[in-house]
């Protein structure tokens, strides 16, 4: 058990809609990462938060949004969902924004897109 | 941004055996370099990790080496046994743009430990 919690495990739904991701870091750490893995696929990063603030963004696509919340949670919402969104999406945390501190994942949230 | 490139993408050996990933990088200012294991259908997890002032890291029969001036590294699993079975990241993290930066991760080496 990482410590990392993501809800929910599993998330089935069709094009168009829109859906949430929710996870919660270790207790502790203050960096949440969201990082989308399709099928066969390596780890893209989306986007980083520090202690509530944007702290660094990747390839994130502009129908998908995060946010952190006061109490460090941070929640990925994707829209107007298409086929290729289908994937597994981890969140990870660490102790603080430095890059050079370890990343600790979530067991993931698969999203289907039927 | 950094480019991480990994070898091989397939890798079988015999239980047993020894088993060795290699990744190169391209941003000479990368500092910290962890390796995921990652099992079919679960997260990945991190198995050790090397900061760019140390040549090697050993933690039982799992050993990370870094070579700088050579911009590589290579994960080193002994007696391989069929647990270790599984898909192994590496990843290098960037300095350069602060909004930008992001752990940037190898494009995955799934090793089978025969039996």
């Known amino acids: 058990d990482s410590g990392v919690t993501q809800t929910p495990k599993h998330l089935i739904t069709a094009t168009g809609q829109r859906v949430t991701l929710r996870c919660s870091p270790r207790?502790?750490?203050?960096?949440v990462y969201w990082y989308q893995q399709s099928l066969d696929q390596g780890l893209q990063f989306l986007i980083q938060y520090y202690n509530g603030e944007e702290r660094a963004k990747g390839n994130i696509l502009e129908r998908f949004s995060a946010q952190q919340f006061p109490d460090l949670h941070s929640e990925l919402n994707l829209s107007s969902l298409e086929l290729g969104d289908s994937a597994l999406y981890f969140c990870?945390?660490?102790?603080?924004?430095?890059?050079?501190?370890?990343?600790?994942f979530g067991d993931g949230t698969r999203l289907s897109i039927l | 941004g950094e480019n991480v490139e990994q070898h091989p993408s397939t890798l079988s050996v015999q239980e047993g055996d020894s088993a060795v990933i290699k990744c190169t990088y391209s941003d000479s200012a990368s500092n910290y370099f962890p390796w995921y294991k990652q099992e079919l259908g679960k997260r990945p997890q991190l198995i050790i990790d090397?900061?760019?002032?140390?040549g090697e890291k050993k933690d039982q029969r799992i050993a990370v080496t870094l070579n700088k001036t050579a911009k590589h590294f290579s994960l080193h699993i002994t007696e391989t046994q069929p647990e270790d079975s599984a898909v192994y990241f590496c990843a290098a993290t960037p300095q350069g743009d602060t909004g930008r930066r992001a752990l940037t991760f190898g494009s995955g080496t799934r090793l089978q430990v025969q039996p």
């Open positions: 990870a945390s660490s102790v603080d924004w430095a890059l050079n501190q370890p990343q600790h």
């Open positions: 207790s502790g750490d203050l960096s």
């Open positions: 090397i900061r760019s002032n140390v």
